[in-house]
């Protein structure tokens, strides 16, 4: 007591940031516009139709969850459209439009809501409802168009599928870079991927740790051991190539950082990131798929409770005892 005034001692924060989980999803979609105005570009209307409804049905189904559950809409946070938006941005052009459909059914009812809703996830829902529609329908998720801005490129596989010799016989890290290569529909174009990814750090949506312990550790163990798979040895590996291909980019600034389901502590994040990377330079270079982006950031999401408690910080004025 002093001066009459009752000192009142809260737990932190004490500050607001002024950040709201609104601004955030909604910020992120926008951050993923130009990417998504190229994959449209890249494979036509098709492509269009393909994003619209995994966002219908994402945002149907968290309309539908919430109304029978008789709590306050969620329908205008941003978490579902965005869930949406990554289901299709997952997904190849020609996909029939009950799986983009069905994977964000999954996302949303059974990955976001059976766990009690935004904030109790444990995997990130995008990805859960990417690798669900891969293992229930691996081939139409693995057919892919020929792009529109490349007529020349190949029409059945991916640069990944194809080998880096067979891409590079015919295609360049240029066109990798643009996205004028066959793939999923936002995840081809690394340019206006990390263009978005700019504003995400200059308002400190996400940070550092993640992306670039994930594209490190992929890209040393890739630089080491991945041209052993080609016959080139080690020290071989295509480092531009295997950056520029697959969901490496869209998976590290854009899944793998999603705060619920990623580490609170800076330790922890940079475990994780490392994790992803080795998880994905497995699969991707001796496993039995092309591509490891998803299964990584998955299986990583398992993990992140036990590194949360091992990278827990000690808590101000205790002192660690010294073990004898």
């Known amino acids: 007591m002093e001066n009459g005034n009752t000192l009142q001692i809260s737990s932190s924060p004490h500050f607001h940031c002024g950040e709201t989980t609104p601004k955030i999803m909604w910020s992120v979609v926008v951050c993923l516009v130009p990417a998504a105005v190229w994959g449209v570009y890249n494979f036509g209307l098709k492509s269009l139709l393909v994003l619209l409804v995994s966002i219908g049905a994402a945002t149907g189904t968290e309309f539908l969850i919430t109304a029978l559950q008789k709590k306050k809409s969620t329908l205008f946070d941003g978490s579902a459209f965005l869930t949406g938006l990554l289901v299709g941005f997952?997904?190849?052009?020609?996909?029939?439009?009950?799986?983009?459909?069905?994977?964000?059914?999954?996302?949303?009812?059974?990955?976001?809501?059976?766990?009690?809703?935004?904030?109790?996830?444990?995997?990130?829902?995008?990805?859960?409802?990417?690798?669900?529609?891969?293992?229930?329908?691996?081939?139409?998720?693995?057919?892919?168009?020929?792009?529109?801005?490349?007529?020349?490129?190949?029409?059945?596989?991916?640069?990944?599928?194809?080998?880096?010799?067979?891409?590079?016989?015919?295609?360049?890290?240029?066109?990798?870079?643009?996205?004028?290569?066959?793939?999923?529909?936002?995840?081809?174009?690394?340019?206006?991927?990390?263009?978005?990814?700019?504003?995400?750090?200059?308002?400190?949506?996400?940070?550092?740790?993640?992306?670039?312990?994930?594209?490190?550790?992929?890209?040393?163990?890739?630089?080491?051991?991945?041209?052993?798979?080609?016959?080139?040895?080690?020290?071989?590996?295509?480092?531009?190539?295997?950056?520029?291909?697959?969901?490496?980019?869209?998976?590290?600034?854009?899944?793998?950082?999603?705060?619920?389901?990623?580490?609170?502590?800076?330790k922890g994040m940079l475990i994780f990131g490392t994790g992803c990377g080795f998880f994905t330079f497995l699969i991707r270079i001796f496993g039995g798929f092309p591509e490891g982006v998803s299964l990584a950031i998955i299986l990583m999401n398992i993990f992140v409770p036990l590194i949360n408690r091992c990278t827990k910080p000690l808590k101000f004025g205790l002192v660690k005892e010294n073990k004898k």
Not at 106 to 135: C, D, E, Q, T, Y
Not at 226 to 246: A, K, Y
């Open 90 to 266: 997952n997904m190849p052009p020609a996909v029939p439009g009950f799986i983009p459909i069905l994977a964000s059914v999954f996302a949303i009812a059974l990955v976001k809501h059976s766990f009690g809703g935004l904030g109790r996830n444990w995997m990130n829902p995008a990805l859960a409802g990417r690798v669900f529609a891969m293992f229930c329908w691996t081939g139409e998720m693995t057919t892919w168009s020929a792009p529109l801005s490349s007529p020349d490129a190949f029409t059945g596989a991916t640069p990944l599928a194809l080998g880096t010799e067979k891409f590079l016989g015919t295609g360049s890290y240029l066109d990798l870079f643009l996205g004028r290569i066959s793939g999923c529909i936002g995840e081809v174009s690394a340019l206006f991927l990390l263009l978005g990814t700019i504003y995400l750090f200059i308002k400190k949506i996400i940070t550092w740790e993640i992306p670039v312990s994930y594209i490190g550790s992929f890209t040393i163990l890739t630089f080491i051991f991945g041209g052993i798979p080609e016959g080139h040895g080690i020290f071989s590996g295509d480092i531009f190539f295997h950056l520029l291909s697959g969901g490496l980019i869209l998976g590290a600034f854009y899944m793998a950082t999603d705060m619920v389901t990623s580490p609170l502590t800076w």
